[in-house]
């Protein structure tokens, strides 16, 4: 049976099959979608050092025959056959990604997926939608990378670019168009990105034979038995394909003319018309008379004619309308043609704050860290990444037997990711206020509901609190310790208030304490809350005692 992937989900090949010789097949489609399926063979830098090892329709194979791409087949749109065993020590992972050939995006591709099959058995599958993406023009959907032993990754991280802006991510480069090729010299290889010299073998099919060749025994890669057999993918074409292209944000403006009046802005009437394109006349005055100019905001209109006192501007106009005050009338202002701040000035106040530090608050409810600045993975609540950037891997980050049933127990269970690799993410939750605390071989004390984030450096374990024990499981916290940062998340602007003997606060609002301090149950009514007419409803409070310099942080909201 086959084992189901998720994206950022990591297995040993050795977990999946004993093999070596391993069947690679890619379904992707959409409709009017055409896609070129490569892989890039990189080096422990993750770059494309030696261009034999980009595998695709124009490069069927690497020298050694480790890689080899045999096109579509059972139901696949491109298939790979991959032998672990033949892959040369410099070449460390092994990138399967799918670029559009074309005008479209990732996301309108229906379900597909990545699978690999063993022997003839399908060991996994990685399935995606188009759902999952947006913009993006190619896709990474999986790596078979070397740590230690071989492993497989579901990777699923869209690109904006195409099979060129890859190419260039992975530090390859495109070969230019010469108008008159000359065939190479005999002497030397075909280059990396051209088409090979002589005819390439056909490739070997992976079905299993009804009856093994004596001298050769069946393979033991390809689809499973009995799958349909596709066509031949069409080839694709050899020229570079151009995605992008340069557009304008709007209409060029035409000369000005001396002495002529400009255009009025579009949508607007031009001077003289009202507007309906008629043309507007004075009061009491003729056709084609030209209706007097309005006066200056916030003055008073002319009288009829020119004589007599300043008339008041009709109700709801702007001639009355003082600036600053509300506007009136049931209308809206009209919108400033030009002359106002740009769009980049305006969301210059949100940008990103610089970089250069570990963990920087964006403002008060996002965080960042940068994952280049010491290499150290994080461990965060699952579901709190809302941006990433670079090169980013998420695991699933398990507690172990013993952990689950602790967590369990005492209600201080955390789900976690493990975000390693090199790029930012940013992390926020429900608008709540994120407050990261460093530690430096000290220790603090949180509820597991208040964790956002935090270096995989630091220690943490579920501690008791002393005493008989309070309603909904509030008996246990997590302790952290070590050096590194844990970010806290608050609802509202917390307080931070110091250890004295007369310190109490409510067990559904505090967030967290120094581990110096000492803590005890107070319990002023032993009944329920609500129990009986006129209960104050604040039955359990904890008690805080220590020595100068503990501290305690609540939060103005009750869990």
């Not at 422990?44 to 980009?54: K, V």
């Not at 689809?223 to 992008?244: D, I, S």
């Not at 940013?426 to 935090?454: K, M, R, T, Y």
């Given at each position: 049976m086959a084992r189901e992937f998720q994206r950022g989900h990591k297995a040993k090949?050795?977990?999946?099959?004993?093999?070596?010789?391993?069947?690679?097949?890619?379904?992707?489609?959409?409709?009017?979608?055409?896609?070129?399926?490569?892989?890039?063979?990189?080096?422990?830098?993750?770059?494309?050092?030696?261009?034999?090892?980009?595998?695709?329709?124009?490069?069927?194979?690497?020298?050694?025959?480790?890689?080899?791409?045999?096109?579509?087949?059972?139901?696949?749109s491109e298939s790979f056959r991959v032998t672990l065993d033949k892959i040369p020590p410099h070449i460390q992972k092994l990138s399967f990604t799918a670029a559009l050939d074309g005008a479209g995006q990732v996301s309108q591709i229906g379900p597909g997926y990545l699978r690999i099959v063993a022997g003839g058995e399908e060991v996994a599958r990685y399935s995606f939608t188009g759902s999952?993406?947006?913009?993006?023009?190619?896709?990474?959907?999986?790596?078979?990378?070397?740590?230690?032993?071989?492993?497989?990754?579901?990777?699923?991280?869209?690109?904006?670019?195409?099979?060129?802006?890859?190419?260039?991510?992975f530090g390859g480069e495109v070969a230019e168009e010469a108008e008159a090729p000359a065939p190479p010299p005999a002497a030397q290889g075909a280059p990396g990105f051209a088409p090979p010299s002589g005819a390439a073998a056909p490739a070997p099919s992976f079905g299993v034979p009804a009856a093994p060749a004596p001298q050769q025994p069946a393979p033991d890669f390809?689809?499973?038995?009995?799958?349909?057999?596709?066509?031949?993918?069409?080839?694709?074409?050899?020229?570079?394909?151009?995605?992008?292209?340069?557009?304008?944000a709007a209409p060029p403006a035409p000369p000005a003319v001396p002495g002529q009046q400009p255009p009025a802005p579009y949508g607007q009437p031009a001077p003289g018309q009202d507007p309906y394109g008629r043309q507007q006349t004075a009061p009491g005055g003729f056709p084609g008379q030209q209706a007097p100019q309005a006066p200056p905001y916030g003055q008073p209109a002319p009288p009829p004619g020119g004589y007599g006192p300043p008339q008041p501007a009709p109700y709801g106009q702007p001639g009355q309308q003082p600036p600053g005050a509300p506007y009136g009338g049931g209308q809206t202002p009209a919108v400033p043609q030009g002359g106002g701040p740009s769009l980049g000035v305006v969301l210059d106040k949100y940008k990103e704050a610089p970089t250069g530090r570990r963990w920087t608050p964006q403002n008060s409810k996002l965080i960042r860290v940068d994952l280049g600045v010491d290499g150290q993975p994080v461990l965060a609540r699952q579901g709190s990444m809302v941006l990433y950037q670079g090169k980013v891997d998420f695991g699933y980050k398990g507690a172990g037997f013993r952990g689950r049933i602790v967590g369990n127990a005492?209600?201080?269970?955390?789900?976690?990711?493990?975000?390693?690799?090199?790029?930012?993410?940013?992390?926020?939750?429900?608008?709540?206020?994120?407050?990261?605390?460093?530690?430096?071989?000290?220790?603090?004390?949180?509820?597991?509901?208040?964790?956002?984030?935090?270096?995989?450096?630091?220690?943490?374990?579920?501690?008791?609190?002393?005493?008989?024990?309070?309603?909904?499981?509030?008996?246990?916290?997590?302790?952290?310790?070590?050096?590194?940062?844990?970010?806290?998340?608050?609802?509202?602007?917390p307080v931070v208030l110091p250890v004295t003997p007369t310190t109490f606060a409510d067990a559904n609002a505090i967030v967290a304490w120094s581990a110096g301090s000492q803590v005890i149950i107070s319990s002023q009514v032993s009944l329920r809350r609500h129990a009986f007419p006129g209960h104050s409803g604040e039955t359990v409070n904890l008690q805080f005692r220590g020595a100068p310099g503990n501290f305690i942080v609540v939060q103005p909201y009750e869990v």
């Open positions: 090949i050795g977990d999946l099959t004993a093999g070596t010789d391993l069947y690679v097949g890619v379904q992707i489609a959409g409709p009017g979608l055409t896609f070129d399926i490569s892989c890039f063979g990189l080096d422990a830098d993750e770059r494309l050092s030696d261009d034999r090892y980009f595998v695709f329709f124009n490069q069927p194979k690497t020298p050694e025959e480790s890689v080899q791409l045999l096109g579509a087949q059972a139901g696949d999952e993406f947006s913009t993006e023009r190619a896709v990474m959907l999986g790596d078979f990378y070397l740590k230690d032993v071989w492993r497989f990754a579901a990777v699923g991280q869209g690109f904006d670019g195409g099979l060129e802006a890859l190419l260039k991510n390809g689809p499973p038995q009995g799958a349909p057999q596709a066509p031949p993918a069409a080839p694709q074409p050899t020229e570079p394909q151009v995605h992008l292209a340069p557009t304008l005492t209600g201080q269970e955390m789900q976690l990711m493990r975000c390693t690799g090199q790029g930012q993410v940013f992390f926020a939750e429900n608008s709540a206020h994120v407050h990261p605390i460093e530690l430096q071989g000290d220790a603090i004390c949180v509820s597991a509901d208040s964790v956002l984030a935090f270096d995989e450096s630091l220690q943490h374990e579920v501690r008791r609190i002393e005493g008989h024990g309070i309603p909904g499981g509030a008996l246990f916290t997590m302790q952290f310790q070590g050096t590194g940062t844990l970010v806290v998340k608050t609802q509202g602007t």
